[in-house]
Nanobody, 126 residues
Framework: QVQLVESGGGLAQAGASLRLSCTASGRTFSSYTMGWFRQAPGREREFVATINGSGRTIYADSVKGRFTISRDNAKNIVWLQMNSLKPEDTATHYC????????????????????WGQGTQVTVSS
């Protein structure tokens, strides 16, 4: 069982930066593939970024070049650095985890993740 707790959301102006953090419980954090997803009102939950235990990263096209996902396996933390924020980034952002990884496959579907945090709101004003 893994528990995830996000922090770092808030209100920002367009062009500004925010960093989200996700702290995980458990002793085998490096065995988990971690992901960030987001959901705006009236829309489906969408993939943002993922990082496996070895640090391989994948991004959604909408955030590529602006967002960076990283992790510290010793501290059980994964971050999402969000730069050049846009109003369309406004959403509740969720941290997610799944055990294991396939080096020939990228986990971008919400259904592929087992554990979820409670979410943190990011609001970007124009």
């Amino acid at each position: 069982q893994v528990q995830l707790v996000e922090s770092g959301g808030g209100l920002a102006q367009a062009g500004a930066s925010l960093r989200l953090s996700c702290t995980a419980s458990g002793r085998t954090f490096s065995s988990y593939t971690m992901g960030w997803f987001r959901q705006a009102p009236g829309r489906e939950r969408e993939f943002v970024a993922t990082i496996n235990g070895s640090g391989r990263t994948i991004y959604a096209d909408s955030v590529k070049g602006r967002f960076t996902i990283s992790r510290d396996n010793a501290k059980n933390i994964v971050w999402l650095q969000m730069n050049s924020l846009k109003p369309e980034d406004t959403a509740t952002h969720y941290c997610a985890a799944r055990l294991g990884d396939n080096p020939y496959y990228t986990y971008t579907g919400a259904y592929e993740y087992t554990y979820w945090g409670q979410g943190t709101q990011v609001t970007v004003s124009s």
